[in-house]
């Protein structure tokens, strides 16, 4: 009787664990996306564009908030110290991960994140006046080798003059660099004849559609859309380049379950009308990296800045 008791009260037990409540699906909750940049640029624009369509997969509000400072680094140490639990995200741009770990004093590394999504690429270009009669940058190479104190460019980033002192070594020329503040003085210090080109991520582009200033080559992989026909410092025999793309990551380490719903849902939002007229509008192409093709493509891409700064 007594193990008949036992036995009833083990399936009894049994019954009442089957019937409990099921473990919760990510996600239960609103997600967080938090932009490294000051409301209405490029990277807050595009996030707000696709928080619709990623509520939409995910079936939860997306949050978005601002922390700008930087250059999106602020957003990113703030998020390492976060729950890993894939209600919080960043959204910066790829150099911050894969090139300023290497330049500066940051407080965090390629490691610390989960790659969930990249949405567009910058069309960083080096450009120059028409008038100079350049038609590639293996002209300007050819410039500066006859010129006695080398040639002056605007800079905008620590990227560019990276990639600009890595030239001057291989090919034994000067190229100086004149700061800016940023893509439009960039743009003005070459119309103004102040400088002999300039290095721009998008901000000469209406420019160079008008005709008022032309593309020299473009610093990704593939040719700046539009422009064609100009090369890629790739294609000119530099090994280096920067696809720099709008990034969305998590903290190292969140649930696979959760990293999966991400994924799937960012991969839903690039498609979507509204996130393909805003990166058309900013001249960013259509391209989209995902999970562990974009974690392989970020790493790729720290491996190369690492090896250029030594």
């Known amino acids: 009787m007594k193990r008949s008791f036992r036995n009833l009260a083990c399936f009894g037990l049994a019954l009442a664990v089957m019937s409990g409540p099921a473990l919760a699906e990510f996600p239960e909750k ?7 940049f000051g409301p209405g640029g490029g990277v807050d624009t595009i996030t707000r564009a696709a ?4 509520s939409e997969s995910l079936g939860q509000p997306i949050v978005v908030q601002n922390q700008p400072g930087a250059g999106g680094g602020l957003a990113l140490t703030a998020l390492k110290a976060k729950p890993a639990d894939g209600y919080h995200l960043a959204a910066a741009i790829s150099t911050t991960v894969s090139f300023d770990p290497h330049s500066a004093n940051v407080s965090y590394g390629i490691d610390d994140f989960t790659y969930i999504g990249a949405f567009g690429v910058f ?3 080096l450009v120059a006046l028409p008038s100079r009669g350049w038609k590639n940058f293996s002209d300007v190479i ?3 080798k006859k010129a006695e104190n080398g040639l002056t460019y605007a800079s905008t980033t620590s990227l560019d003059r990276v990639v600009m002192k890595s030239i001057s070594a291989k090919e034994g020329v000067t190229l100086k660099p004149v700061p800016t503040k940023g893509g439009a003085e960039a743009v003005a210090e070459v119309l103004g004849g102040h400088v002999d080109y300039a290095y721009s991520s998008g901000a000469y582009y209406a420019q160079a559609k008008a005709g008022e200033l032309m593309v020299l080559a473009g610093l990704g992989t593939d040719p700046v859309p539009g422009f064609e026909s100009a090369p890629t410092l790739k294609s000119l025999g530099y090994d280096i380049s920067s696809v720099n793309m709008v990034i969305y990551v998590a903290p190292a380490g969140i649930p696979d379950e959760a990293k ?3 994924v799937k849902a960012f991969e839903a939002a690039a498609t979507s009308k509204t996130v393909l007229d805003i990166l058309a509008k900013r001249n960013m192409g259509s391209y989209i990296l995902t999970g562990d093709d974009f974690d392989k493509q970020i790493r790729a891409q720290s491996a190369q800045f690492k090896a250029a700064m030594e």
Request: zero cysteines; glycine letters at 4%.
């Open 30 to 36: 609103e997600v967080t996306i938090t932009v490294g």
């Open 142 to 144: 050819a410039a500066a």
């Open 260 to 262: 999966a719903e991400l």
């Open 51 to 54: 928080s619709d369509a990623l």
């Open 123 to 125: 069309p960083e270009a």
